[in-house]
């Protein structure tokens, strides 16, 4: 009885073990995360200086988002985040007059804290590299333009796991987005120093394969 006892434990065991382990988030791990994700820039982003004299206010947007990233050690992995373009409402002197549209592909290197273990809730932090590409620019009763962008990013998320495949993800990030503006207005050209600097907050679901 004893024995036949021990026989069974040892078989239940061996049944759960592979079910676990795949849990396990490590190196070699291919993911995708998706979501909505908002992009709200700090506030007083600039000024255009005298004559002008226009403080500069971006608005917040929402959108679809995701990522792409891999694994290359238990506790480290490289993450590529995309999105759709977005679009802010720029207010002059809190006048709503221009509007600018931006994609921020954003690259970051990962660290795991709790890699390789079979924990449900896998924390993890980055820093990485932003590139933000404007486009769209426009002004009322004249033109803008805005120079592209590459900066410094931060990151921090958690995967709660469901599966095997399927976690649920919040995560943000902290983008150093600068650009120099140029407003045209009246055949003159006016510049300014456009500090965007978002946080980007995401919640959706995550991938792995």
């Not at 238990?74 to 809190?94: I, S, Y």
């Not at 495949?165 to 503006?181: F, P, R």
């Amino acid at each position: 009885m004893r024995r036949a006892l021990l026989v069974s434990s040892l078989a239940l065991t061996a049944a759960l073990v592979p079910a676990t382990s795949a849990l396990a988030y490590g190196q070699g791990d291919f993911y995708t995360r998706f979501g909505v994700a908002k992009v709200a820039p700090q506030s007083d982003n600039g000024d255009f200086g005298a004559p002008l004299n226009m403080k500069i206010d971006a608005d917040d947007d929402s959108g679809f988002a995701f990522t792409l990233g891999y694994r290359f050690h238990d506790k480290l992995g490289v993450e590529l985040l995309a999105a759709q373009r977005f679009e802010h409402q720029v207010a002059l002197n809190d006048d709503n007059l221009a509007s600018i549209k931006h994609l921020p592909p954003t690259l970051t290197l990962q660290y795991y804290p709790l890699g390789g273990t079979d924990a449900r809730v896998q924390p993890y932090l980055g820093a990485g590299i932003n590139y933000t590409h404007f486009s769209d620019e426009k002004l009322d009763g004249g033109e803008l333009d805005l120079d592209d962008s590459w900066g410094a990013a931060a990151q921090l998320g958690v995967d709660l796991l469901i599966d095997d495949h399927w976690a649920l993800n919040a995560a943000a990030w902290y983008l150093d987005i600068d650009s120099d503006a140029t407003a045209t207005l009246g055949g003159t050209d006016y510049d300014a120093k456009l500090h965007i600097d978002p946080i980007v907050v995401m919640g959706g679901l995550s991938y792995r394969f």
